[in-house]
């Protein structure tokens, strides 16, 4: 068990390519840590470097308190597993998982007593003597787990480990996974895509951009305070919603609605030094239908009106879709997002919204609805540099 | 509708079928006339039929009491085995190196194979002729097998890097997590996984070495080395004023057996092995 | 505080010594460091032989052409500058058999590129016994050459052959020039086009299923589908296939050789290099053929490459891993 410290590590590939850039990333003893990212934003590489299977070009890699840039991968005592699981074919299960172990001469007796524990934990015992290519994808998944875990390793990296699984299995998975790492106690590096896999999974959530460490927190603390347009948008499905706005006099204008700042929010611009145009934030579920609410609630924000585009019942509650009139916001950052999604070729005209309303809303298709929504969870950026103006962190 | 579709695929499959038929006899036709030939009496060897009017085995019986014939065989056999295993041995280590490792000078290599590829061997006879001749590796086994080689490495770098470069790369990435150095993720590892290609580009480079007739003939002078298709080029026949065509249809059948042998059985492979380095060139 | 400065002052230095540098003075780990030592050992012995093998004998090779040196009169041996390239490339026997050369090369490889396509075609999509089709196709590929090139010689030799008398009695068509050629052509066809078919195949194999298909939606019939949609993606493994089959075709020898012995201007330049050097043990002017051949060759692989560009073998190999 040990602690993990990425101190101003970069790496360059030797075509030039800057995939990690000055990261900084203090990974405690028995911590669950995430890596998210949109796809080529270095989470594979910087996982790699903590392997020891990528160089660092420059920064210092330490696992319990030891520089370890210049070792092998066999002497800095970590696990990996990979997305496409990379068992040996030609071994059975058994032989795979005892492989680390063979491999660094412990005695006969103890890998097999090693081995039969991994797999009673994993509950492989009746696939021991079959060969990988007999075993479904996620009996293969447990396999790859069972792997790293019998030598009892300082650290497990995980680089998108379940990616390969069917919706179902995968979620069954993430909580052994889970489980699994609470049983052990092993410090663990978990890259993933999958935003319900960063939410619910770790400890803390690193949330990388072009090789950049964007903001590093507990999920919810990142889901709350976004430290940029960037993490705003990445984090949170279905993602916040953004427009164009203005501040003047106190006041914000955007096709939405004009809206009174309140008194926390006018104080945190001051300090942040605003500029005049702003992108504002407004995640779905701070949105309501205007008609549910009370005037005492309707006062604590502004409402819009607008036809419903889509609606989709969730049960618990409602998606309304809106499409309102004016230009989309735009920013390098949310470029960057809507290519990570694929949404970046979609011809729209307008500005896209969504809203999460309670399933008791009256909204029907086609027809126009009353919106309100909450004036203290806005949000607002600056669009030149991303930067949160309304961030309330520490 | 269901006995339309029916007449509808047996015409196509008669069809493919009269191709199929025309395939084989366009790829056994000279084949089995070099074996008629070899099984006719000599008073028949020159009656212009396809099959045998009287069959005999006289030939092979001929052949083989002639030590020109034997010791050639042998040459045969040997050199082209020798060749093979240092070729593949060799060609495993580059091909390993070339699909799975960075270093400098990997470039280079695959030029240089490339070159030697598209090599006129021509080239290489005057000059090895003159060389071998001064080191005294003229009209011996390692002056055939040191060309052999050398013809048979990029094919054999070329086939296996293909089938290294279908094992999975993190395989490897996974055996150096799970401690091994990069040796023993090669021997662990990845050999075991490259063992069929290997055995694919082993038959690949034998047949190479079994065909080879321009340097057996310029870089030997006896009996000593010449292997059988030179030697046939010589075949006078049992006694000197016999017609050799018998003689030399049998040796020819003699030398022909062991690839079609190897053909039937490794179809799948040798298919697999020239049209893997194919496809990426 | 002092270490803190340090620290970066360190970091900066070694940031510049990478700079300047260049890769070569970049500090490697051990991971890296052993994986390239293991790579240059793992291809010196290949190297090491084939430039020793092929390396020197070529510019052993040019020096002799530079030399006159006849093994019949060593004592005359001495160095004559280009009069051997005067001599070769001024001598009738030479160009004749340039010219059979690329005939061969020419005739042959269309041919085969022809019967390849089609033999592709049937090994791939035959319906019924593909495997039987495959595996006696690969029969010519695997059989010497000089097999072969006997089983042709006596199937043409008045008398004893059986294709012999389709063109009447006592034609001799091995003695014959024209016939002689097309013979020769027709056994080089013969062996090579499975392999030409092979090559191809590899090629047919990257043609999606789906794409033939949308293609036949799009009302594409099947001449157009192996026209428009086989062909041009096909592109790169027939050049890839036309570029090996040229270089190997110009080399031709064992089959001259059995065949027709090069009489009658039959003979390629393999033969005349061949004939001026084990036969007449002229080495110099041996030598000069066997340069001449060589950058012939160089040319076409060159023309090919300048070409077709990026669809050569080997453009976008080696980078990968
Ligand atoms: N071997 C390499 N050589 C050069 N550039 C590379 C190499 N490997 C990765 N890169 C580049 O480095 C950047 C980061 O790649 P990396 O694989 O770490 O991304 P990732 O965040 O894991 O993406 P994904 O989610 O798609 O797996 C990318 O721009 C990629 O193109
Ligand atoms: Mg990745």
């Known amino acids: 068990m040990a602690e993990i410290v990425l101190d101003k590590v970069t790496k360059r590939y030797p075509d030039g390519a800057l995939a990690v850039s000055d990261v900084d990333i203090e990974i405690a003893d028995g911590e669950f840590i995430i890596l998210v990212g949109p796809s080529g934003c270095g989470k594979s590489t910087t996982l790699n470097m903590i392997a020891g299977l990528e160089d660092i070009t420059s920064g210092e890699l330490r696992i319990g308190g030891n520089r370890v840039n210049e070792r092998a991968p066999k002497d800095r005592d970590i696990a990996m597993v990979f997305q496409s699981y990379a068992l ?10 005892a492989f680390p172990l063979r491999l660094a001469k412990v005695d006969n007796a103890t890998v097999e007593r090693k081995v039969n524990d991994a797999a009673e934990i994993l509950d492989l015992t009746q696939h021991l003597d079959r060969r990988p290519a007999n075993l479904s994808g996620g009996q293969r998944q447990r396999v790859a787990m069972g792997r790293a875990i019998v030598r009892s390793p300082k650290a497990f990296l995980m680089d998108e480990p379940l990616s390969n699984l069917d919706a179902k299995l995968r979620v069954q998975m993430r909580t052994s996974v889970s489980r699994l790492q609470k049983q052990l106690g092993t410090t663990m590096v978990y890259v993933t895509h999958d935003q319900v896999e960063a939410m619910t999974l770790g400890d803390r959530v690193v949330v990388m951009r072009g090789g950049v460490v964007q903001q590093i927190g507990a999920p919810q603390y990142l889901y709350d305070h976004p430290s940029n347009l960037f993490v705003a948008g990445f984090i949170g499905s279905p993602s916040m919603n ?28 001051e300090s942040a030094d605003a500029p005049r145009e702003v992108i504002m934030g407004v ?20 409402t819009f009106t607008g036809q419903v585009d889509v609606l989709e019942s969730m049960g618990s509650d409602k998606y309304a879709y809106f499409t309102l009139s004016g230009e989309q916001a735009t920013s390098a950052e949310l470029a960057e997002l809507a290519a990570d999604v694929g949404s970046a070729d979609v011809p729209t005209s307008g500005i896209q919204l969504v809203t999460r309303i309670s399933a008791a809303s009256p909204a029907r298709l086609g027809q126009s609805a009353e919106i309100w929504f909450d004036a203290d969870k806005v949000q607002l950026f600056d669009p030149s540099s991303g930067r949160n103006l309304t961030f309330a962190g520490e | 509708m269901a006995g339309l579709g029916g007449t509808e695929t047996l015409g196509r499959k008669s069809r493919w079928a009269i191709l199929d038929l025309v395939v084989v006899v366009y790829a056994l036709v000279p084949v089995l006339w070099i074996m008629s030939l070899s099984f ?17 085995l006289d030939n092979y019986k001929a052949i083989f009491q002639t030590s020109e014939f034997v010791r050639a065989l042998g040459n045969s056999i040997g050199i082209a085995i020798i ?56 009209n011996t086994w390692p002056g055939l097998i040191l060309p052999y080689i050398t013809f048979a490495l990029p094919l054999s770098i070329y086939t296996l890097s293909a089938f290294f470069r279908e094992i999975p790369w993190e395989l490897e990435k996974a055996a150096k997590m799970d401690g091994a150095t990069p040796a023993q993720a090669f021997r662990k590892v990845i050999a075991p996984l490259a063992a069929p290609g290997v055995f694919t580009t082993a038959i690949l480079v034998f047949i190479l070495c079994w065909n080879d007739f321009l340097f ?29 065509t018998g003689s030399i ?9 062991p690839i079609i042998v190897f053909v039937l059985l490794f179809q799948r492979r040798i298919v697999a092995g020239l049209t893997s380095g194919a496809v990426k060139g | 505080m002092s270490m803190q400065s340090d620290m970066s002052q360190s970091v900066i230095g070694a940031d510049a010594v990478k700079r300047s540098g260049g890769r070569g003075k970049v500090v490697l780990s051990e991971g890296k460091k052993a994986e390239r030592k293991l790579g240059l050992m793992l291809i010196a012995p290949a190297a090491i032989v084939m430039v020793a093998v092929t390396g020197w004998p070529i510019i052993y090779s040019v020096w002799l052409s530079l030399q006159r040196f006849d093994l019949r009169f060593p004592e005359k041996q001495a160095f004559v500058g280009l009069e051997n390239y005067g001599t070769v490339l001024s001598n009738g026997y030479w160009w004749t058999a340039f010219g059979v050369t690329s005939l061969i090369t020419v005739v042959s490889v269309v041919f085969e590129l022809v019967l390849g396509m089609g033999l592709a075609l049937i090994m791939h999509r035959t319906l019924v016994g593909r495997g039987l089709v495959r595996t006696v196709a690969l029969i010519p590929y695997g059989i010497v050459t000089v097999v072969a090139a006997f089983s042709w010689r006596y199937a043409w030799t008045d008398g004893t052959g059986y294709l012999a008398s389709l063109f009447g009695q006592d034609q001799a068509l091995l003695t014959q020039r024209v016939p002689a050629l097309a013979i020769i052509i027709l056994a080089e066809v013969w062996k090579t086009v499975p392999f030409m078919a092979l090559l191809l195949m590899a090629g047919l194999a990257l043609v999606p299923e789906d794409l033939l298909k949308a293609a036949a939606m799009d009302g594409a019939n099947g001449w157009q589908r192996f026209t428009k949609v086989m062909i041009p993606v096909m592109k790169p493994a027939i050049l890839v296939a036309l570029l090996f089959r040229t270089l190997d075709a110009f080399r031709i020898f064992d089959n001259i050789f059995i065949l027709t012995s090069g009489a009658q201007n039959t003979s390629s330049v393999s033969m005349q290099t061949y004939n001026n050097l084990i036969k007449g043990l002229n080495l110099g002017i041996g030598a000069t053929m066997a340069v001449l051949i060589f950058i012939t060759v160089a040319i076409i692989a060159f023309v090919f490459v300048k070409l077709f560009g990026t669809a050569a073998p080997g453009s976008d190999q080696e980078g990968r891993r």
């Open chain 2, 249 to 257: 249809s049998a040796a020819a059948v003699v030398i022909t057996v």
């Open chain 2, 216 to 244: 057996a003939i310029s870089l030997t002078s006896t009996s000593a080395s010449r292997t059988v298709p030179a030697a046939l080029s010589f075949f006078t026949g049992a006694s000197q004023f016999e017609d050799p």
């Open chain 2, 83 to 138: 060749s093979t295993v240092i070729a593949v041995v060799l060609g495993t280590m580059a091909a390993y190196a070339v699909a799975r490792l960075d270093f400098p000078g990997k470039k280079a290599l695959v030029g240089v194979s490339l070159l030697v590829a598209m090599f006129p061997q021509v080239s290489l006879v005057s000059p090895l002729f003159e060389i071998e001749r001064s080191v005294g590796l003229f």
């Open chain 1, 283 to 302: 995640r779905p579920e701070h949105f309501e239908d205007a008609a549910l609410l009370d005037d005492a609630s309707r006062a604590r924000g502004a």
């Open chain 1, 242 to 269: 953004f427009l164009p706005a203005t501040l003047e006099d106190g006041t914000l204008r955007s096709s939405l609605a004009e809206l009174p700042l309140t008194d926390r929010i006018r104080k945190l611009l």
């Open chain 1, 88 to 97: 040996y074919p030609h071994m059975t299960v058994r032989e795979n998982m």
């Open chain 2, 40 to 56: 006719k009496t000599t008073k028949t060897l020159t009656d212009g039929n396809f099959i045998p009017r009287e069959w005999t």
